[in-house]
Every structure is written in structure tokens, then in C-alpha cells.
């Protein structure tokens, strides 16, 4: 099965994402878990994503399609199907993935776009903490970790609010055409992200059932 999760920033993509790898068993491509492992290695291309990232802005298409590119081509996405969460971001990259998808004989099955107001992403985004092992998302109010531990979590630089601000600004303006593309190719299945985490997975889990 091979999925994309779409949605704002905060709408709960890594965390849904989280849930659909465990119970579908496809490969997770997060971009945005990508360029943080490279920011932490402070590798080449790490350090050139740091500047865009941490003010809010995208990585360039060309960077980024290239990592994602390299990623799908590696042969356990074959055997498993993948899960691609935070691309494609830019009508750009939609395009450039349809024909990396288009070379390699793979086959989009669904596109699921957690839909939410944005008026709850500040609250949700500024209360979101990281395990510095897992990379899991969590919140301090909304889903914390059981056993918390400070010291094991950490605040993502660009969910400060000077930050937050301008992600909003560039998602919302890139993420309509590329949803009206994949809804031209009848992929797209919209949930109610407004919902708690369980009753959100409740809702993907039938929509990817639906799909197989
Ligand atoms: P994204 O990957 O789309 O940026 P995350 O999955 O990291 O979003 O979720 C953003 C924040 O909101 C995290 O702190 C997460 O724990 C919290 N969150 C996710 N889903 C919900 C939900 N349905 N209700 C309330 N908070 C949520
Ligand atoms: P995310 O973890 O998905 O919220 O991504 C964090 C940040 O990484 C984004 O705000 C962008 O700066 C960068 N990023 C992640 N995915 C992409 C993408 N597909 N295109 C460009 N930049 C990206």
C-alpha cells in the first residue's frame, strides 16, 4: 500500500503516521524527520536545511525531491509500500513525485488529508514535545508521554511562535493546488482531524481498509 498524509502543520500527521506504520506495516518517509536526522549529523545537506527550516520556510524542491527520490528507490518500499508524511509540500514536488512514482512502476493508492482549523495549530503546535529518542511526537496537554521525563523531550526550534507564524503562512498558500491534484485523480479521503487522536485513527484506518 502506498499512502500520502496531507494536512497543515500540527494537524497530526506524524502522530496518525505513527499508528498507520504500526498496524499497515508501510515504510514511513517523513521529509521533516529526514532533514532533522541530517540537522543532528550536521551533514552538508543538514546545515543548508537548517536555515530554511528554522525560520519557517521550505527546503528547496530541488533538495528535497532529491532525498525522497533516493529514499523510494530503495528496495524495501517495493516489498512494504511506503507512508509519505510532510511531502510533497509544492505543486512542484506533486509532479516531481508522479514521475519518480511513474519511473520506479509504483502506484499511488490514497491520499489521506487530515483536515483541521487552523485556529487550534498554535495551541497545539506550541505544546508539542519530541522524544529526543524516538523522534515521536507527543503534547504536554493533549497527549502526554506516560512515565514524562523532561530531559527526554525537547521543543522543536520552528514550533517557537516566530516561526509557527510563517509555516502556517506557506502551507496553507502550497497545499491547495496539491490536494485539487490529487483529488482530480479521485485519491483523496478527507478526515476530521478536529477529533481525539483515537477517533481520528478510528476514521483512517477505514479509510485505508476502504482503499485495499
Ligand atoms: P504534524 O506532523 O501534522 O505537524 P503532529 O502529529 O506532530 O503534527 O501533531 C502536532 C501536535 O498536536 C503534537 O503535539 C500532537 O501530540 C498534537 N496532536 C496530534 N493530533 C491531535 C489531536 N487529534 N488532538 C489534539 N492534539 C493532537
Ligand atoms: P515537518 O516535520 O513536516 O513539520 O517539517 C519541518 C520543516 O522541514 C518544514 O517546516 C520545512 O522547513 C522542512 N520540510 C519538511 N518537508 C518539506 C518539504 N516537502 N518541502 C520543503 N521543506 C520541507
Do not use: W
Not at 521533516?32 to 524542491?61: C, W
Not at 490514497?110 to 515521536?136: A, F, M, Q, W
Not at 517557537?160 to 483529488?183: C, D, F
Request: net charge negative; aromatic share 6%; hydrophobic share 35%.
Amino acid at each position: 500500500m502506498n499512502l500520502l498524509i496531507m494536512g497543515l502543520p500540527g494537524a497530526g500527521k506524524g502522530t496518525q503516521a505513527t499508528k498507520i506504520v504500526e498496524k499497515f506495516g508501510v515504510a514511513h518517509i517523513s521529509t521533516g524527520d529526514m532533514f532533522r536526522a541530517a540537522m543532528a549529523n550536521q551533514t552538508e545537506m543538514g546545515l543548508l536545511a537548517k536555515s530554511y527550516i528554522d525560520r519557517g520556510d521550505l527546503v528547496p524542491d530541488e533538495v528535497t525531491n532529491g532525498i525522497v527520490k533516493e529514499r523510494l528507490s530503495q528496495k524495501d518500499i517495493a516489498e512494504k509500500g511506503f507512508l509519505l508524511d510532510g511531502y510533497p509540500r509544492t505543486i512542484e514536488q506533486a509532479y516531481a513525485l508522479d514521475e519518480t512514482l511513474a519511473n520506479l512502476g509504483i502506484k499511488l493508492d490514497g491520499v489521506i488529508n487530515i483536515d483541521v482549523d487552523p485556529s487550534c495549530l498554535l495551541e497545539r503546535l506550541s505544546g508539542r514535545i519530541i522524544n529526543r529518542k524516538t523522534g515521536e511526537s507527543f503534547h504536554k496537554v493533549f497527549n502526554p508521554p506516560v512515565d514524562y521525563n523532561e530531559e527526554d523531550y525537547y521543543q522543536r526550534e520552528d514550533d517557537k511562535p516566530e516561526s509557527v507564524q510563517r509555516r502556517l503562512e506557506v502551507n496553507i498558500a502550497q497545499g491547495e493546488p496539491i490536494l485539487e491534484h490529487y483529488r482530480k485523480a479521485g485519491l483523496v479521503t478527507d478526515i476530521e482531524g478536529n477529533q481525539e487522536i483515537a477517533d481520528v485513527f478510528a476514521d483512517v484506518e477505514k479509510a485505508i481498509v476502504t482503499l485495499k
